[in-house]
Each structure stands twice: as C-alpha cells, then as structure tokens.
Nanobody, 115 residues
C-alpha cells in the first residue's frame, strides 16, 4: 500500500505565498509521477500541476507563472510553491502519486485566500 500525506495549507491574503508539501510512503518501488489537484467550492476537481519521475513539469493555465512544482526523489516528496495567490485559488488541494497505473490520493489540505 501507498500512503500520501499533504501539509502546508492555511489562510493567506491575496498576493501572498504558501508552500505545500506531500510525502508518499509505504510500498514505493520506483520514482513515480506525482501531482497536485484542487477542488474549489462548488467546482470539480482539477489538475494544478504534475511532475514526472524525470522531473518534467506541466501546469494548468490558471497557475502558470505563479506556481512551481518540484520534487525530492530521495524523500518521495513533492512540493508546490504558490506565489501571487488569488481568492480563486481557494480550494482543497490534493496530492497524488501514480504507481503501476494506480493513483493514490492524500486527504487534502485546505487553502483559503482572502481578498
């Protein structure tokens, strides 16, 4: 089994920054793609950013230039640096890791951006 745990959420003012962390643990036997999704109030879950095992990154258009995803393979950890936060970034942020074709999800961490 694989466990995923996010941390770093909270309340921030518009224009501020936050850094999320996500640690994967358990039966991890390769360097796997990892990513961040979010679900805002009344919205569907959407992709925020993903990073491959080799470090290739992709971002939703809405966060390009503001968010940066990175990883520490030795720690099976992925980070999301979020700058210039906007009220519309308010959401529960979920971390995921994909191994052997299966997605494992964390429970999510809430980010609230006040205007």
């Amino acid at each position: 089994q694989v466990q995923v745990a996010e941390s770093g959420g909270g309340l921030v003012q518009a224009g501020g920054s936050l850094r999320l962390s996500c640690a994967a643990s358990g039966s991890i036997y390769s360097i796997n793609p990892m990513g961040w999704y979010r679900q805002g109030p009344g919205k569907q879950r959407e992709l925020v950013a993903r990073i491959t095992g080799g470090g290739r990154t992709s971002y939703a258009d809405s966060v390009k230039g503001r968010f940066t995803i990175s990883r520490d393979n030795a720690k099976n950890t992925v980070y999301l640096q979020m700058n210039s936060l906007k009220p519309e970034d308010t959401a529960v942020y979920y971390c995921t890791i994909t191994q052997a074709g299966k997605d494992y999800w964390g429970k999510g961490t809430l980010i609230t951006v006040s205007s």
